[in-house]
């Protein structure tokens, strides 16, 4: 392959992997430390350290290369590769190969960059005569076969993340337009990272992968649950960040939730942890990040958080960050509106439990393609009209809150709670046996029977009685269900109350 000048062949190849921003940030944090790096690097390739310095720390607006075939051969060379790929450019597919590599090898290469860049995965195949590792983005994708098992999971793992930025900068060079600003980009690379789509789900996703891309951090968005003091949650992780803070509840004193409330960011220093106590257990390294506030016009409707220290501020990671905020709070806050929207449908208003609309649907799509196993429980709260009559409906709700709360933490996240009528409740719970359903129907009685509720200051004492009942366990037919698992609370009821009963089975205390 014939190479332009060294300075232009590595900027090129460096610029196509999306580093500028990504050197720019840490040459502001530790620039030595990354020049000695590199200067290794270009001195064992004989290529020269000054020009590529000066460009970096030119303040100048970040360019989109298009010279892929310069960088995927860098890529190789870096990594002693013997063979790249690159598919989806408008200009054609690439390959970098050495001269001994045979066609069935190359084919298998390519066919595995396809499959990537169709199903959007990662894919690592250890196999004569190397390790292929590929990743796509449909339509894009790019892959390098490295020398045999050397280095392992590690080595495919970082290789990977390269290949990623590659596949970006593809990405972005189809959307860019000459002349465009960078912030313009962000803009488009977070409509196309989301896909088109409108919801909160694919928009939140979106927003914290991109985040990742310019900070070459974990990222994550956290939004307020309704009502104040009640914390937050977070609705979207990206690759980096602690893959078990996804979906968890998120306390009201957490610094994140501070930057939540007053509008400004917010870094966790020392001891703090950006999420707070959600995961009492995080390690220590872990626990630093800057939440930066999304907002849609004057209100702030949740938080980036970017994990890791700071990003030095008047660089160009930290000036794209803010670009992708300010996008991120207007496009997030149309999608939850509509997300709540579609929630308002489905939930009930008092506890924010499934209603009796979503219920009957799951039941319904269950019917049409019945599981090979679920577990139905019908809950009712005993005596409840005496407490209402007695105390008021205002007791009542909160009475109602109270145990929708418990049966809230009693369950997994695939299963269904929902209120079905005034206080009677159903726990849906697929690819769950009966003894399962029985174990958690009788935990819920016990919390609530053992949990103080109060009222008016004083503590009043609720009991529940719940059936039990399990298709293919206890009924044959998936829509006798329902009616087993009533047939089973009134049972309950019948034998006294504050009891679990099974379906056509013994009473459980």
Known sequence: MKLSPA??????????????????????????????????????????????????????????????????????????ARA??????????????????????????????????ADGRAHVAREPPGTYVAVGDFPFGAGLLLPQADGGTQVAAAVADELRRLVASMRLAHLHEPGEEPGQLVSKQLAALAGGALTLEPIAKAGVELAHQVAQRGAAIVLPAAGAGSGGRVVALSGGADARLDKVTV???????????????????????????????????????????????????????????????AT??????????????????????????????????????????????????????????VTLVFVDIDHFKRLNDSLGHQAGDSALRHVADIFRRAV????????IGGEEFA????????????????RIRATVESTAWHWSGQVYPLTLSCGV????????????????????LYAAKQGGRNRVERAHGAVTR
């Open 251 to 313: 306390p009201p004193d957490a610094p994140v939730m501070r930057a939540i409330q007053s509008g400004v960011p917010v870094a966790a220093r020392g001891a703090d942890d950006i999420f707070g106590a959600a995961i009492p257990d995080r390690r220590r390294a872990d626990r630093a990040g800057t939440a930066y506030p999304l907002r849609d016009g004057h209100f702030v409707i949740g938080a980036l958080v970017v994990t890791g220290p700071p990003i030095p501020p």
């Open 7 to 80: 300075g232009v062949w590595v900027g090129r190849g460096l610029a196509a992997l999306g580093l500028v921003a990504v050197v720019r940030a840490v040459l502001a944090a530790n620039v030595w430390a990354l020049v000695a790096a590199l200067g290794g690097f270009l001195a064992a390739t004989g290529l020269a350290l000054a020009p590529l310095v000066r460009a970096w720390l030119a303040d100048q607006p970040v360019t989109v290369p298009s010279d892929f075939e310069h960088t995927l051969d860098l890529l190789c060379r870096a990594h002693g």
């Open 316 to 373: 160009p990671a930290a000036d794209l960050l803010q670009r992708l905020v300010a996008d991120l709070g207007s496009r997030l806050a149309a999608a939850r509106a509509v997300h709540e929207a579609e929630q308002r449908a489905v939930r009930d208003p008092l506890t924010g439990l499934a209603n009796r609309r979503e219920f009957d649907h799951r039941s319904a799509v269950a019917a049409g393609k019945p599981p090979a196993l």
């Open 412 to 419: 997994r996240d695939n299963d269904l709670v929902a209120r």
């Open 427 to 442: 726990i849906w719970m697929p690819h769950t046996p009966v003894e399962v359903g029985l174990e958690v129907a009788g």
């Open 469 to 488: 009942a399990s298709y293919p366990d206890t009924v044959r037919d998936l829509a006798n269900l329902r009616g087993a698992a009533d047939a089973a």
């Open 84 to 117: 790249g790929w690159a598919v989806g450019l408008a200009a054609g597919d690439l390959e970098v190969a050495d001269s001994d590599v045979d066609r069935a090898v190359r084919e298998r290469g390519a066919a595995l960059v396809q499959l990537a860049s």
